[in-house]
């Protein structure tokens, strides 16, 4: 309630303490396994800005990045180029040069990508430590739009193309030095096992490049994903579990085929800062439908969260401002010109117009996927802690929005009071 009236809404509230849970008991798991070397790298796609690579670094976390916007967010907020790695299917030569000026490692995505990124760094006389991403033909079991790892993916190289790929890159010394392997299935699915699965995949491809010779990887990396509550038919795995079975599975799976162990790298984004995140709303105005569809309007909707629209995901939400009963079914709709921008369809919710609605589950892919839809400036986003809150990020207003626009001259009307060149 508060916080609403002080920062106005829609409103994105991160919890500190809940992040800080997420990413210990991620530590822990693999603590737990006794894997001897493990770094966690939380994946920036899900929420990132300057606070949250900030905190990333108090919690002892690396980071995944995968644009230049990310990577430009990170080497501003003063991270250690070693702790981050540089993702994507289509880097740019800017991003990659920004990445070796900065020793971001670099997950390869295809063959042309390779040539690039040793292009950029015989160019800019640095070695490119690289990792090769490869597509284990495993699914988890997800919306099709966040599956990854299947062989039809856009993203990696299929698992027969890795040794002749490995092979280049080890020709491409001393411009690249290929340190590992990755691979990332997909996201939010509550099922570990696809992704132990893919351990032993990788673990074979490591006997595989050993036995034509490359022998310089230290370092294997598969990804994130691990899945959240969102409601209350999801039934999450405690990320603790999923990085403890992790760290068990990879030592079991190298110790079998006698390889060393290498540096084992994890990905989580979701399960670090999903359920840290809440929007607050304010409820407009109502309809109620001769059908008998009651619909609740609020001040936000498929702007500030685009992924009811984009994967049909579920949320729960509660009334933020007054004790209210579970109230008969409505349906909780956004303030955008589609009728898709539905938040949540038929939900026992006692709101009324006026009421401050809690949305929960918001903290990962919400601010990150949100747009300026209907000219529309994204929400602010605070930090609480220990009973209080810090902006992290500013509201953007109509203002904002016309900073970047421009005026060709033969448009320009005397009265528009924007005009710059
Ligand atoms: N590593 C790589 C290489 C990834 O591509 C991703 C997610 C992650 C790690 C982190 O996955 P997570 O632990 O957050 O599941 N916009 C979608 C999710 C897309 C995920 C893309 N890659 C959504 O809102 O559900």
């Known amino acids: 309630m508060v916080?609403?009236?002080?920062?106005?809404t829609p409103l994105w509230v991160m919890?500190?303490?809940t992040i800080a849970q997420a990413a210990n008991a991620c530590k822990a798991g693999l603590v737990q396994s006794q894997y001897p070397d493990w770094q966690v790298l939380y994946a920036g796609k899900a929420f990132l800005c300057l606070?949250?690579?900030?905190?990333?670094?108090?919690?002892?976390?690396?980071?995944?990045?995968?644009?230049?916007g990310e990577l430009h967010t990170a080497i501003e907020a003063g991270l250690a180029g070693e702790s981050v790695y540089l993702?994507?299917?289509?880097?740019s030569k800017e991003e990659?040069?920004?990445?070796?000026?900065?020793?971001?490692?670099?997950?390869?995505d295809c063959e042309s990508e390779l040539h690039l990124v040793a292009q950029c760094a015989q160019s800019s006389g640095t070695t490119a430590q690289i990792l090769l991403r490869v597509t284990p033909g495993v699914e988890p079991d997800t919306h099709h739009y966040i599956k990854t790892g299947q062989h039809d993916s856009k993203f990696g190289l299929a698992l027969d193309e890795t040794t002749r790929i490995a092979k280049l890159a080890k020709d491409l010394a001393p411009a690249v030095a290929l340190i590992g392997l990755h691979a990332h299935i997909g996201s939010q699915s509550h099922d570990i096992g696809p992704y132990l699965e893919i351990i032993d995949i990788l673990a074979d491809c490591f006997v595989d490049l050993r036995?034509?010779?490359?022998?310089?990887?230290?370092?294997?990396?598969?990804?994130?994903?691990?899945g959240i509550a969102y409601t209350e038919s999801d039934k999450a795995t405690p990320i603790y579990e999923w990085s403890l079975a992790i760290g068990k599975k990879v030592s079991e799976s190298f110790t079998e085929r006698k390889l060393p162990l290498p540096k084992l790298l994890v990905e989580p984004g979701r399960a670090i800062v999903g359920t840290a995140g809440v929007t607050l709303y304010r409820a407009g105005h109502s309809k109620q439908l001769p059908g008998g569809v009651t619909y609740l309007a609020v001040d936000g909707?498929?702007?500030?969260?685009?992924?009811?629209?984009?994967?049909?995901?579920?949320?729960?939400?509660?009334?933020?401002?007054?004790?209210?009963?579970?109230?008969k079914k409505i349906t909780l709709v956004g303030k955008y010109c589609e009728s898709g921008d539905v938040l949540i369809r038929d939900v026992a919710l006692d709101a009324q117009p006026g009421d401050l609605i809690a949305v929960f589950g918001t903290g990962a892919y919400n601010y990150s996927m949100s747009s300026n839809y209907n000219r529309t400036g994204r929400p602010a986003c605070v930090l609480v802690k220990d009973g209080l809150a810090n902006i992290i990020i500013?509201?953007?207003?109509a203002d904002h929005l016309l900073r970047q626009d421009r005026i060709p001259d033969y448009l320009r009307a005397k009265n528009a009071r924007n005009c710059a060149v």
């Open 87 to 91: 993702h994507g299917n289509n880097k």
């Open 3 to 8: 916080l609403a009236e002080q920062f106005g």
């Open 301 to 327: 909707g498929m702007a500030d969260n685009p992924r009811p629209v984009t994967y049909q995901a579920k949320y729960t939400a509660c009334v933020a401002n007054r004790q209210s009963t579970q109230g």
């Open 96 to 108: 990659i040069e920004r990445a070796l000026k900065h020793n971001v490692k670099i997950v390869v």
């Open 51 to 68: 606070a949250m690579c900030r905190l990333t670094e108090q919690l002892g976390l690396g980071l995944d990045v995968v644009s230049y």
């Open 394 to 397: 500013e509201r953007e207003n």
């Open 15 to 17: 919890d500190e303490a």
């Open 211 to 226: 036995a034509q010779g490359i022998t310089s990887l230290t370092h294997l990396d598969v990804g994130g994903g691990l």
